[in-house]
């Protein structure tokens, strides 16, 4: 440990931290734990301006547990870094809150959608000291683009209802944190996508589960106003976008009769911006991640029927549209893996950092794969491991 230096990006508010906890008997403030990686001690000038110091790690915790954390992935230092949130800001009541959504950074500040707390909380991207928050109902995705952040939201409570009403998207001024508007789409919408002037929604409808919806909302950013409806596959999730502006969305079926499947969206013709499915893929994609021409992808299907998961690993090239391989761990390893939660990769170097929610009750494990797929290390995380963003200097 002689040789390794000052924990510099995060640990300078421990001692605030601890000033707080004195003043606070009656709370507990789980300690940070930090974690040695077997992974090379680098200054932070070496780093290359496209090349991430870090990665946060947002754990979603069981619904009514209150038990979302935040962990670090320090590439300066090689540390893993537990439970950073509750440290850092001792003084906020129930610490980061209920159910984990999404995490996200924009400019130098860190976003966390907090969903059954009904927040997106805002913290200062270096240190993970809060800012303040965002009030949203049933919150559940984010992205950004010329200063606003938009907000994917269920609106109404959480809870299976055939009535359920629809969702919205709520635009943020990030300077000052207000919403500033908003818009009516689909049925409990989930991830959303910005690409040019417009946000493409993915609804779901799982609320009024078995009469899911099917659409992909389009937003016009300008008026803020829905201006189309994109008839596409039941229960839809996923959405991404890719370098050729093309959207690829995720559909989770029904469980039963109708099985997951990866849609493509692009335009109609070239004169026209309105867009329409072009291609349905046979493709269990519980989540993804594109680098290039590569879709990166695991399948975790749940069948009502057999009671069991289905568990599937893959990369489909999105330009010749054809599964290019039908796994990305090499070394054997993914069968270490019981339940696949989350997936990024490095864009630098391209590693893969796979997440294992386990048993949904106890720690979960974040894998590290290199580009040819084979392992480098494992560590053990938060509850449920799901939502990952690189940090830049």
């Known amino acids: 440990m002689k040789g390794r230096r000052i924990f510099t990006v995060l640990l300078y508010p421990l001692l605030a931290g601890g000033l707080f906890c004195a003043c606070r008997k009656p709370e507990i403030v789980v300690p940070t734990e930090y974690e040695l990686l077997p992974i090379p001690v680098r200054s932070e000038a070496s780093f290359a301006p496209d090349e991430p110091i870090g990665m946060y790690l947002l754990n979603e915790g069981n619904m009514g ?41 924009y400019g130098s500040k860190l976003y966390a ?44 409570p959480v809870s299976i209802d055939p009535n359920a009403q629809l969702g919205a998207v709520f635009e943020v001024d990030t300077a000052t944190l207000a919403v500033t508007r908003q818009v009516s789409v689909g049925y409990q919408p989930d991830e959303l996508e910005i690409l040019g002037e417009y946000i493409y929604v993915a609804n779901s409808g799982g609320y009024r589960v078995p009469a899911y919806d099917s659409t992909v909302s389009v937003v016009e950013r300008y008026g803020m106003k829905q201006v189309q409806k994109i008839p596409v596959g039941i229960n839809l999730h996923r959405v991404r976008k890719d370098r050729h502006d093309r959207l690829w969305v995720g559909s989770r079926g029904d469980h039963g009769q109708i099985a997951p499947a990866l849609h493509l969206l692009e335009r109609k013709n070239s004169t026209t911006k309105e867009m329409a499915v072009s291609g349905t893929f046979d493709i269990p994609c519980t989540e993804f991640v594109i680098m290039g021409d590569s879709l990166y992808f695991y399948g975790v299907s749940w069948n ?90």
């Not at 870094?81 to 001792?90: D, F, I, T």
């Open 65 to 105: 547990s209150n038990k979302a954390s935040i962990d670090y992935v320090d590439f300066v230092n090689g540390y893993y870094v537990r439970n950073l949130y509750a440290e850092r800001n001792p003084y906020v009541i129930k610490e980061l809150g209920d159910v984990g959504n999404d995490i996200q950074i």
């Open 113 to 156: 959608v907090i969903n059954c707390s009904h927040k997106v909380e805002v913290m200062d991207a270096r240190t993970c000291v809060r800012i303040g928050q965002i009030d949203i109902p049933n919150c559940r995705y984010i992205r950004f683009s010329r200063g606003k952040a938009y907000v994917s939201a269920y609106v109404g």
């Open 304 to 393: 009502n029927q057999t009671e069991s998961n289905h568990v599937s690993y893959g990369i489909f090239n999105i330009a010749s549209k054809t599964l290019s391989a039908s796994g990305f761990i090499t070394d054997g390893t993914e069968k270490d893996i019981r339940i696949p939660y989350g997936i990024a990769i490095n864009p630098y170097n391209g590693d893969i950092f796979v997440t294992d929610a386990k048993n949904y009750v106890s720690s979960g494990v974040l894998h590290c794969y290199g580009k040819n797929g084979r392992k480098k290390w494992s560590v053990r995380t938060g509850d449920i491991p799901a939502h990952m963003t690189f940090l830049y200097k």
